[in-house]
């Protein structure tokens, strides 16, 4: 069954790609003071009360990176110098922040792990060069694992280097070869490794741990079949890599936070469509049900569309990019 993600636009895909554009200038300084109390939003007038989403959420916005309880007030948990929204991201536990830095020379960036909860933090990997910009953000362990994932180069003859690094001792705990600088996203495979998911040539490919690749042909085929528009660029997985949120025709942000379609990877199946003129952010959660974040609210729904429970975004929110959520 196929159910429909709304949008209200807010501008927020060109904040998006002038934010992955930029390139962070230095290490972040500390910001752990509570940002000011602001009620949540109320319901229009008229409108049944809906159940709270559960759980935080996890945001960026520029340099700031925030959390948000639904009926209680945000928090800003840690501002950098620079702008990481291009590739920042919050484990699922909520514990650690991954983001890069500018290494010792242009184009080459530094990947920095920071413990949200002590306030530490380590650079784990220098000189990552992905070309004149950076082309891939980066990525925790589908497992809940504190596992960070990036592509740190190309190798000749072998294509980018995606590796997985040990948030906690800064070590290389696996690496695979992928033939292109779009972003990967991870799924968990049966035997606990770990696939990546991306887009090549307008079809969604998978490469395992080995480095063999399956064309997943059927996502474009499905999507020109039911939409009559082509694939063009992945958002998420979920982590099982039975799904994934992806955009059609042609999209004009750098780092795919949003997307437009919800999409079955193995028989192309269009599971969920937006609507409305701009794509929201979607998550995957485990159990099948997805949050959609349209810019002003929060939606909880079911696999078939059924809203769970929903919340009104405060406004410091408003321009910020959903990176995860802990339930």
């Known amino acids: 069954m196929r159910s429909t993600i709304t949008r209200k636009s807010l501008g927020r895909i060109a904040a998006t790609a002038l934010?992955?554009?930029?390139?962070?200038?230095?290490?972040?300084?500390?910001?752990?003071?509570?940002?000011?109390?602001?009620?949540?939003?109320?319901?229009?007038?008229?409108?049944?009360?809906?159940?709270?989403?559960?759980g935080t959420l996890y945001y960026v916005a520029g340099s700031s990176v925030r959390a948000w309880t639904p009926g209680q007030a945000p928090t800003v948990l840690f501002t950098a110098t620079g702008n990481i929204a291009g590739s920042a991201s919050v484990s699922p536990d909520g514990r650690y922040l991954s983001?890069?830095?500018?290494?010792?020379?242009?184009?080459?960036?530094?990947?920095?792990?920071?413990?949200?909860?002590?306030?530490?933090?380590?650079v784990v990997y220098k000189g990552i060069v992905q070309g004149g910009e950076i082309c891939a953000d980066t990525q925790w362990a589908p497992d809940g694992s504190a596992r960070v994932m990036t592509l740190t180069g190309y190798v000749e003859g072998k294509g980018?280097?995606?590796?997985?690094?040990?948030?906690?001792?800064?070590?290389?705990?696996?690496?695979?070869?992928?033939?292109?600088c779009n972003e990967p996203r991870a799924a968990l495979r049966a035997d606990g490794g770990f696939d990546i998911y991306q887009?090549?040539?307008?079809?969604?490919?998978?490469?395992?741990?080995?480095?063999?690749?399956t064309i997943l042909s059927a996502v474009n085929a499905g999507l020109q079949a039911t939409l009559g528009e082509a694939l063009d660029n992945l958002s998420s997985v979920s982590r099982d890599g039975t799904r994934a949120c992806v955009t059609v025709g042609w999209s004009n942000?750098?780092?795919?936070?949003?997307?437009d379609v919800v999409v079955d990877t193995g028989t192309g199946?269009?599971?969920?469509?937006?609507?409305?003129?701009?794509?929201?952010?979607?998550?995957?959660?485990d159990d099948g049900t997805m949050l959609v974040d349209d810019g002003a609210t929060v939606?909880?729904?079911?696999?078939?569309?059924?809203?769970?429970?929903?919340?009104?975004?405060?406004?410091?929110?408003?321009?910020?990019n959903l990176l995860s959520h802990r339930g």
């Not at 910001?31 to 109320?42: L, R, V």
């Open 19 to 54: 934010a992955a554009a930029a390139l962070v200038t230095a290490t972040a300084g500390i910001a752990q003071a509570a940002a000011p109390a602001e009620a949540p939003a109320a319901p229009a007038s008229g409108t049944a009360a809906v159940q709270e989403v559960g």
């Open 99 to 122: 983001y890069f830095v500018r290494g010792d020379a242009y184009p080459k960036q530094n990947l920095v792990v920071r413990d949200l909860t002590t306030g530490t933090e380590k």
């Open 160 to 180: 980018y280097a995606a590796r997985w690094f040990d948030a906690k001792t800064g070590k290389v705990t696996s690496t695979v070869h992928v033939r292109n």
């Open 199 to 213: 887009i090549e040539e307008g079809e969604l490919v998978r490469t395992a741990p080995n480095g063999s690749r």
């Open 253 to 259: 942000f750098i780092r795919p936070l949003e997307c």
């Open 269 to 285: 199946e269009v599971l969920h469509q937006r609507t409305g003129d701009e794509p929201g952010t979607v998550k995957l959660l």
């Open 299 to 320: 939606t909880h729904l079911s696999a078939d569309g059924a809203v769970l429970a929903q919340s009104a975004e405060p406004a410091t929110l408003s321009s910020a």
